[in-house]
């Protein structure tokens, strides 16, 4: 790894273990590009969509923020922080690697650092890194911590956008016709399926890490010789296995799951005080509900790694839910929903800087680390074939 010379197990031809390295720098150079192509298409639709809508309009809205609201955005959002590294801290103690809160903080601060500035999502690796070199945390279990926080992640905003959609299909006063308009409709189709997915792949979980048969060895036996169901069953198993540690301990799953709506409520609130800076001119309800919905659909979007930190994908589906459920025009809805993400950004990268300097670690660095084994946390279900 340092560039010495490594000595060869026998039968492991040397040009073999170098073609496995370049296929896997291949994917990796092709995952970044991806990334990085995709941020430049985005970033040109956003300049189309700001000429169509006049760029000086929507810097005019931007400019007439109301600044002690914009103030409580940030507030709130920092806030979420200590709250995300107390949250992480309850995940790996599941695990039985427990850390203080501080340090777990910043360990995401500098992964979040990481998404934001190195493109192919590089804050995973980041995050494992400091997890094991500043606190002896294997590689696996760290990478599996980050899948349990991101499950719990979706399952608050489906949550969230399940409630908000609901109030709003329920009748909200002048929402009633708004809620009869195709994006409407959209936006509660997609809430109510992510809803139900996260839902019924939660019970499956629980139920399966409370399960005294083997479900991972009667589920490979029904797929065996079928290549293409073998692989994606066996990435459900991991995922499933790492998901058991938490579902297995009560206490853990609702202090997990109570912190992370706390979290998403945080980051919601911050997006409706902005709407709010920004005069919206929408009533208390349907603004809280409006900005959820928004706040939620804009996160889904960024799931998809086709812009740097989900720059453009956020505020293309921000915008577009705004501006289908209310009567806000769409040059304030674009920007809010950029003023949103730019708060948000930079206070990861405040917090970012300030977590890099204090640990002492390289985000580039961090990030390009070699993991150094793959095994899993374990299973219910059972191990993986091998």
Request: glycine content about 12%; charged content about 15%.
């Amino acid at each position: 790894m340092n560039g010495g010379e490594r000595s060869h197990p026998a039968g492991v031809d040397e040009s073999g273990e170098a073609g496995a390295d370049s296929d896997g720098l291949a994917a990796g150079l092709t995952r970044r590009r991806l990334t990085i192509g995709g941020t430049v298409v985005v970033a040109l639709g956003l300049l189309v969509v700001a000429r169509e809508l006049d760029a000086r309009t929507v810097a005019a809205e931007m400019a007439g923020a109301d600044p002690g609201l914009l103030a409580i955005a940030v507030a709130a959002y920092a806030v979420s922080w200590p709250l995300r590294g107390r949250r992480y801290g309850d995940v790996l103690g599941a695990m039985g690697h427990r850390h203080g809160t501080t340090f777990l903080t910043m360990a995401v601060f500098v992964s979040q650092t990481a998404n934001l500035a190195i493109p192919a999502r590089a804050g995973d690796a980041a995050r494992a890194y400091v997890l094991a070199t500043r606190r002896g945390v294997p590689y696996p279990a760290g990478f599996a911590s980050l899948v349990v926080e991101r499950a719990f992640d979706l399952a608050a905003i489906a949550v969230l956008a399940a409630l908000a959609a609901a109030w709003l299909a329920l009748g909200a006063g002048p929402f009633e016709l708004a809620a009869a308009a195709g994006g409407a409709r959209t936006a509660f189709l997609a809430a109510a399926a992510v809803s139900v997915a996260t839902a019924g792949g939660g019970l499956a979980v629980v139920a399966s890490a409370r399960a005294d048969r083997d479900l991972g060895a009667e589920l490979r036996a029904r797929v065996e010789g079928r290549p293409r169901l073998e692989g994606l069953l066996e990435a459900a198993l991991r995922f499933a296995a790492d998901l058991q540690v938490v579902a297995e301990r009560p206490r853990a799953l609702a202090t997990v799951g109570a912190t992370s709506l706390l979290v998403w409520l945080l980051d919601v609130l911050t997006a409706v005080a902005v709407l709010a800076a920004l005069g919206s001119g929408l009533a208390v309800g349907p603004l809280l509900a409006v900005g959820t919905l928004a706040v939620s659909v804009g996160n889904l979007a960024k799931v998809l790694p086709l812009s740097q930190g989900g720059v453009g994908l956020y505020e293309a589906a921000f915008t577009a839910l705004v501006v289908g459920l209310t009567p806000v025009g769409a040059s304030a809805a674009l920007a809010a929903a950029i003023v949103d993400h730019a708060l948000k950004n930079a206070v990861t990268l405040v917090g970012g800087a300030g977590s890099v300097a204090a640990l002492g670690v390289s985000v580039s660095e961090a990030a390009d680390a070699e993991p150094d084994g793959t095994s899993g946390t374990g299973s219910f279900l059972g191990s993986p074939k091998k």
